[in-house]
């Protein structure tokens, strides 16, 4: 597809809500603010992007503590690899009164928790926030989470995106048992609701019995904003059936646009109309007055913060195996991403960019676990060039944006970045909706027609 006069780019923050942004090194920043177990500090970070004009920030999130590496949290704990994650309801709840415009999203498993629960708890936030709700579908990646739902042993990648198929079939029924209107609340007559506008699902699949009806009205967007991120051939099946927005770990800009290209024709596979479909690779952005001084950041923010056992760590929950007994020189084998799961997408789209030859250390650096798409390194206006040039030579149709220290990256990106963006016409001035789906361009969800229940019709 090629870029009209005044197409615009979708700026994302992916947050975390606990002790560390997706940089594993982020706490150790002298300008880290250590507030995550407040709720101003969320209300803050919310108001910063909402002055910023973001789109959507979204927050990433795992159902256990990292303990897959050596068979212990310990290192998780002693190194600060993301041992707090709060509950994401809560927080967006929070954010849903600190803000008027933003966007919100939160990640939520679709291996452990149930249809009903997500749909409404979605479908709630859409009401609350005025019709700014996401859901961040991911299908879980390690055995760890399975243990804390009483599981001893994770799912394989084909059972997990089965289920999920389900999950979201359901989910999105439950969406729609309320049909536009069903609300009359006639004081008068007495009459809540038309009986006649509001309906059973009855969904019955392999993995799931839902009857519903949900007990969440119809909310503003219709359905809440649905994102996905998966890289390997059935996650990219997924997010071509189901997603609105797909972030990316693209590593550099020729991958992005072969994955670009290939992505958007798979959703056309699917009957979906592939502009109505974002595509933004995850980057840091480090923003300096001077070219000597962003570089001067880069190495500090990216390079020196991480401990490499905390890398490990990540790693190992990535990639649900136990990588404490291999040397950071070992070459990743294809025997070795058999033995793991969630990660084959990663390790080829590294092996597409820097050759056949992956190592242990390039899945734990910065290419990886630090960082799964570029770096924008430079003053604003050379960041801009750099965001430019993806935008406008389709390897994105925006960006998820992953701080180094918080909340100073999305100062600067606010502060220095937005500006420049707007001065060449590529981003907004003001936001012209109210809702997430205006933001991103996306219709509002109509209901489905009423047919018979079952996966092969909702």
């Not at 300008?31 to 789109?55: I, K, P, V």
């Not at 592939?274 to 933004?280: F, T």
């Not at 990540?314 to 058999?338: C, G, K, P, R």
């Amino acid at each position: 597809m090629s870029r009209q006069p005044g197409d615009q780019l979708a700026l994302v923050a992916f947050m975390q809500a606990g002790n560390t942004s997706v940089y594993a090194g982020s706490w150790r920043h002298p300008a880290t603010e250590h507030r995550y177990l407040d709720a101003s500090y969320y209300a803050d970070l919310g108001r910063l992007l909402e002055r910023g004009l973001f789109d959507l920030m979204f927050f990433d999130d795992r159902l256990a503590m990292p303990g897959i590496h050596g068979g212990s949290v310990a290192d998780a704990v002693r190194y600060g690899a993301r041992p707090v994650k709060l509950d994401l309801s809560v927080v967006l709840g929070v954010l849903s009164q600190a803000t008027s415009r933003i966007g919100l999203g939160a990640t939520y498993s679709t291996t452990y928790h149930a249809p009903f629960h997500v749909a409404r708890t979605f479908g709630t936030l859409d009401h609350l926030s005025g019709g700014r709700a996401a859901w961040n579908v991911v299908t879980s990646v390690n055995d760890r989470e399975a243990q804390n739902f009483g599981v001893n042993q994770h799912m394989s990648p084909t059972e997990r995106y089965d289920r999920a198929d389900e999950f979201l079939e359901a989910v999105v029924g439950l969406w729609d048992t309320w049909e536009d209107g069903a609300l009359v609340r006639d004081r008068a007559s007495g009459i809540y609701a038309d009986p006649s506008k509001v309906h059973e699902l009855n969904y019955h699949g392999a993995h799931f019995d839902v009857r519903g009806p949900l007990t969440v009205p119809r909310s503003p967007q219709g359905h809440p904003v649905l994102l996905q991120a998966g890289s390997s051939g059935r996650g990219r099946d997924f997010a071509a059936r189901w997603a609105e927005l797909i972030f990316t770990g693209d590593p550099g800009i020729e991958v992005a646009r072969n994955h670009y290209a290939e992505q958007k024709a798979r959703i056309a596979e699917f009957g979906r109309d592939p502009g109505a479909v974002k595509i933004c690779p995850m980057a840091y952005t480090v923003v300096g007055e001077s070219e000597a001084h962003a570089a001067e950041r880069e190495q500090m923010f990216l390079n020196d913060l991480v401990d490499p056992m905390a890398s490990l760590t990540l790693l190992s929950e990535l990639m649900n195996y136990d990588f404490s007994a291999h040397d950071l020189d070992e070459i990743v084998t294809d025997e070795l991403v058999d033995k793991s799961t969630g990660i084959r997408g990663l390790v080829q789209n590294l092996r597409t960019h820097i050759g056949d030859t992956v190592r242990i250390r390039d899945l734990a650096g910065h290419r990886a676990t630090l960082l799964q798409g570029p770096r924008f390194v430079g003053t604003a206006t050379q960041v801009a060039d750099q965001m430019e040039e993806w935008f406008m030579t389709d390897a994105c149709d925006g960006f998820v944006l992953a701080a180094t220290h918080l909340p100073g990256s999305f100062e600067d990106v606010v502060r220095m970045v937005v500006p420049e963006l707007q001065r060449r016409g590529l981003y907004r001035t003001e936001y012209t909706g109210s809702t997430l789906r205006e933001h991103l361009g996306l219709e509002r969800s109509p209901a489905a027609p009423r047919q018979p229940a079952g996966p092969a019709h909702v």
